[in-house]
């Protein structure tokens, strides 16, 4: 499902009129019209209140896809999954962040962002800026960044 798909969708299920959500999210009816339009698409860190004013979880409103790292939030395909203990491929983490069972090396939530965030930028036409802000709103949902802080 599209985006304005969804935007609709969630505003109807929170019995939200256009005008109550843009009161919400401080921006114009009209601007959440034509995000239902299809006509354009907000940016991350509109996503991101988005997603805090509707309780909606931010990697559904980006459409992410069914499988991605838990690690670096990557999408994965069949050749980019790490292996379990057992040798076995894992669709909860990429080969670059989790082999056989472990963590392939030892990093920070930040350093992850600080690495991968310039790929992200170039790979999908973001601005650095919106890479970073995605990163930091997605990684801390992730299994591995979810565990560290809860053993905080």
Not at 76 to 92: F, I, N, Q, R, W
């Amino acid at each position: 499902m599209a985006f304005a798909e969804k935007l609709v969708a969630i505003r109807r299920a929170h019995n939200l009129t256009q005008d109550q959500l843009a009161e919400k999210l401080f921006v114009t009816r009209q601007a959440v019209s034509r995000w239902e339009r299809g006509e354009v698409t907000p940016g991350i860190d509109m996503m991101k209140l988005i997603a805090a004013v509707t309780d909606e979880p931010l990697a559904h409103l980006l459409e992410m896809p069914e499988h991605y790292c838990e690690s670096c939030g990557m999408y994965l395909t069949p050749d980019d999954c790490g292996t379990d203990a057992t040798g076995k491929k894992t669709d909860h983490y990429c080969k670059w962040c989790y082999d056989h069972g472990s963590y392939t090396y030892e990093t920070t939530m930040e350093a992850m962002i600080e690495d991968c965030a310039p790929r992200l930028a170039e790979n999908t036409g973001m601005t650095l800026d919106e890479a970073v802000s995605l990163m930091g709103a997605i990684l801390p949902r992730l299994e591995r960044w979810r565990v560290v802080r809860e053993n905080e």
